[in-house]
């Protein structure tokens, strides 16, 4: 009876050891920097924009911009990715897109514009045709979630990087927002 119990031991310990090197959490994507600027103060202003690190494995990002100038109607968003290498130097993606346009029949846009629209999409209000009338709202972007689709979906490789978001309304640069993170 003792060998019986002593067995069940040592397998019960055995696939605890297992489990446990399984079950590791593992990022290779960082947040390092979130930086939100508005640019046409009359035209609206950022009340928040931060990240947050709530413990070792769950850290988000949150903004949120106000237009004081409604509704939105004519929205171009260039976006660039740029990587750093004695400065920030362009890396792959530099795009100007239509966000009305895109927004009205999403299937039709270029690959890359949804790509980088998926980054955000499920953690905004940003997410409708225009026009836009209220806040425009980033809320809680985990590091878990990109993380996923910065290594898995478009592997990069491993470096310090920079997503820079100029917002153009009706000609005109409103406001940008960089985000600057790690991949290791």
Aim: aromatic share 16%; net charge positive.
């Amino acid at each position: 009876m003792g060998s019986c119990i002593k067995l069940y031991t040592q397998i019960i310990f055995g696939i605890g050891l297992t489990f446990g090197h399984t079950t590791q959490i593992y990022a290779r994507f960082e947040f390092t920097n979130l930086e939100c600027v508005a640019i046409d103060k009359a035209f609206g202003i950022f009340d928040y924009c931060y990240l947050k690190s709530v413990n070792r494995t769950y850290k988000y990002a949150s903004a949120k911009y106000l237009p004081l100038q409604v509704p939105i109607n004519n929205i171009v968003l260039k976006i660039e990715l740029m990587k750093r290498l004695n400065g920030y130097k362009p890396f792959l993606y530099n795009i100007s897109f239509d966000y009305c346009r895109f927004m009205r029949n999403p299937n039709s846009g270029n690959k890359v514009e949804t790509f980088f629209l998926s980054l955000v999409q499920p953690y905004t209000n940003v997410n409708h045709t225009c026009p836009y009338s209220e806040f425009l709202l980033v809320d809680k972007l985990p590091i878990s979630f990109l993380d996923y689709k910065l290594t898995k979906i478009l592997p990069l490789p491993e470096g310090d990087y920079r997503v820079q978001g100029i917002a153009v309304v009706s000609g005109i640069k409103r406001a940008y927002v960089n985000t600057y993170f790690r991949i290791f």
